[in-house]
C-alpha cells in the first residue's frame, strides 16, 4: 500500500505525519520527495547509508563543428539554447533533457553529457526503510529525482509512506501518480484553509482517494472542519496542539515513539488502511 | 550606436517595460540617425526561458546598450559574451530615458536577479 502525505506549504506537519505513520506501521518504507528540504532522516537517523548520484542528460556543443544554424535554438522549446556571435551557449538550468536539440543538429555538433543534478541516500532505522531524495541547490527541478526514487519503490510490497514536497505544482503531481491515498494536513487557520484548499483541487484533479488531517487542533470552532464538512471530506485525525508533541519533534525523536503519541498514529494509519481497503471493494 | 527598451506598448510616450523577457516590444533607437523602430519580443508568451530568448532578440537587433529596470542571470550570461552595456532605467517614458542615457544621468546595471524558473517546479 502507497500513501502520500501533502500540504500546501512546509511546516505544517507534513513530515510529522509522515514520519510517525511509517514509524507505527514498523515493517515500511518512507520515502522523502521533499528533496529541497529533505528532513525525514533527521528524524529516522537511518544507518548503512547508501548514496547514489541522480543525473540528467544535457547537450554540449562542439565549437568546431557548430555550423552556427540556428536550428537547435529555434527548436528548443524551453528557450536552453542561445546563439550570441555564432556561439552556441547552453543554459541546463532550463534545459528540459528532451534531447531533441542533439537529434536534429544536422553537423552532429551536440552530444550528450551527464550532469550530476542530486543524489539519493538510502539507509535503514529499526524495521523502516528510510530512502531520502536530494536536489543540489540552483537546480531547476527535482522531478528527475522523484522519477528515480519512485521507480525504487514501484515493486515495493510493503507499507510505503511518501513524504511529498510542499504545494501543488507539477512536482508534486509526479509525487502521487502512483500512490493509492492521499494524506492532506493542513492547520486550521485562514492560511492553512488557503493551502488546503489548493492541494485538494490536486487530489480531485487525479482522481485521488482522499482525507485530511488536521495538525495543531483546538476545541472549538474550526475552519479546516468546516472546509471537510461543505465538501465532503472524510477528516482522518485531528492531532491536538501540544507543547510536548511540538518539544518531541523539534528535538528531532520520533512521537510514536512514545506511549502517549503511538496510539494517536496507530489510530490513523488504521483509519487510513480501512479507507483504502473500502476505496478499492467500491471501486472494483 | 543602438539602444534596445523593453516596452509596454508601441509609443515612445509608453513606460519603460517593468519585465525585460516578458516585454510585448522592445524599441531599438539608433543614436546616429536619431531613429527608431519598435520590434516584437517574440519571447513574450513563452513558457519558460523568456529572458534567453529576449536576450538572443535583443543582439540580433544589433543593440549595443540595453536600458531596462531588472534583467535575470540567465539573460545577463548572454550578455555577457557579447560589447553590450546594460544601464538601469528611471522612472518615466522611453523618450526619458533615452534623453537620460544621452545626458549620462543612468547608471549601469549590475544587480541580475536569479531566474523564476523552477518556482511552480516544472
Ligand atoms: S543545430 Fe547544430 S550546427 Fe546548428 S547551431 Fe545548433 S549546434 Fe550548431
Ligand atoms: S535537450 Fe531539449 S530542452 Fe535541452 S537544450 Fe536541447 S532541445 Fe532544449
Known sequence: ?284 | MKIAIPADEKVLASEVCMSFGRAPYFYIYETTTKMGDFIENAAASSPGGAGVKAAQIVVDSHADILITPRCGENAAEVFKATKLEIYKSTLGSIQNNIDAYMDNKLAVLDQFHAGFHGVGGN
Open chain 1, 1 to 284: 500500500m502507497k500513501l502520500a502525505v501533502l500540504s500546501g506549504k512546509g511546516g505544517t506537519g507534513k513530515t510529522l505525519v509522515s514520519v510517525n505513520l511509517a514509524a507505527v506501521a514498523k515493517n515500511s518504507v518512507y520515502v522523502d520527495c521533499d528533496v529541497e528540504e529533505p528532513n525525514g532522516h533527521l528524524f529516522f537517523k537511518p544507518v548503512e547509508i547508501k548514496k547514489e548520484k541522480v543525473s540528467i542528460k544535457i547537450p554540449v556543443v562542439d565549437e568546431d563543428l557548430c555550423l552556427g544554424c540556428r536550428k537547435c535554438v529555434d527548436f528548443c522549446k524551453f528557450n536552453a539554447l542561445a546563439a550570441i556571435i555564432n556561439k552556441l551557449i547552453v543554459f541546463d538550468d532550463i534545459c528540459h533533457s528532451c534531447g531533441g536539440c542533439i537529434m536534429l543538429c544536422p553537423s552532429h555538433a551536440l552530444t550528450e553529457m551527464d550532469k550530476v543534478i542530486g543524489e539519493i541516500n538510502s539507509g535503514i532505522s529499526e524495521k523502516v526503510k528510510v530512502i531520502s531524495g536530494i536536489l543540489n541547490t540552483g537546480e531547476a527541478s527535482g522531478i528527475p529525482i522523484i522519477k528515480e526514487l519512485l521507480s525504487k519503490i514501484s515493486a515495493e510490497e510493503k507499507m510505503t509512506v511518501i513524504d511529498c514536497p510542499p504545494g501543488s505544482a507539477c512536482i508534486v503531481m509526479e509525487s502521487i501518480r502512483d500512490v493509492d491515498y492521499c494524506i492532506l494536513v493542513a492547520e486550521p487557520t485562514v492560511f492553512g484553509l488557503h493551502n488546503l484548499a489548493l492541494v485538494y483541487q490536486l487530489v480531485k484533479l487525479f482522481n485521488k482517494p482522499h482525507g485530511v488531517v488536521i495538525n495543531k487542533w483546538m476545541a472549538g470552532e474550526n475552519l479546516i472542519e468546516r472546509f471537510c464538512s461543505d465538501n465532503q471530506i472524510t477528516v482522518l485525525d485531528k492531532i491536538p496542539f501540544e507543547s510536548e508533541l511540538g518539544t518531541i519533534n523539534s528535538d528531532g525523536e520520533i512521537a510514536a515513539k512514545s506511549e502517549k503519541y503511538y496510539g494517536l498514529f496507530s489510530e490513523l494509519l488504521k483509519t487510513v488502511v480501512k479507507e483504502v481497503e473500502h476505496e478499492t471493494v467500491t471501486h472494483s
